[in-house]
């Protein structure tokens, strides 16, 4: 006999907050004091440059906090402001539905770091053992500061 058995539940999938939304909304009163409007928008751009794929970025927007979960530039067209403009387009679309700040996880020595941390992501909390690869992830975040940048590529 399983334990669910004894208890008269089935736990299934879903894909969704479905028929628990004022549970979530009491919570949100006793922990924030407030209604939160989690309103999950994803999103995925590339730069394009001469027809050529040259980076891409993915994420979503999650109750004012803009996650980068990937975001890689080509190694031939590093170091022309790519990567920051890639990252500007993703806080514009957070911006749009009330993002102020912006997180990523990165790893403990790698060079991107140099790169996050010039556009004032810092260092706040380090998990140990966070993936099998590495034993080490840094998270980091920043508040949003419209970046400039003075060359434009293409986002689709």
Do not use: C, Q
């Amino acid at each position: 006999m399983k334990s669910s058995d004894l208890l008269g539940v089935v736990i299934t999938s879903y894909s969704n907050k479905e028929n628990l939304n004022n549970e979530w909304h009491l919570l949100d009163k006793m922990h924030y004091g407030k209604d939160i409007d989690w309103n999950e928008k994803h999103f995925r751009f590339k730069a394009v440059e001469n027809g050529k794929l040259v980076g891409t970025i993915d994420g979503k927007h999650e109750s004012g906090i803009v996650y980068i979960g990937t975001i890689i530039t080509a190694k031939s067209a590093r170091g022309k402001g790519i990567g920051t403009m890639l990252i500007k387009k993703a806080e514009e679309f957070g911006k749009k539905y009330g993002a102020h700040r912006t997180w990523l996880s990165t790893g403990k020595d790698w060079s991107e770091n140099i790169f996050y941390k010039k556009l004032g992501f810092k260092l706040i909390g380090t998990l140990y053992k966070a993936t099998s690869l590495e034993g080490y992830a840094y998270i980091v975040p920043r508040d949003i500061t419209f970046l400039t940048v003075a060359k434009p590529y293409f986002f689709k």
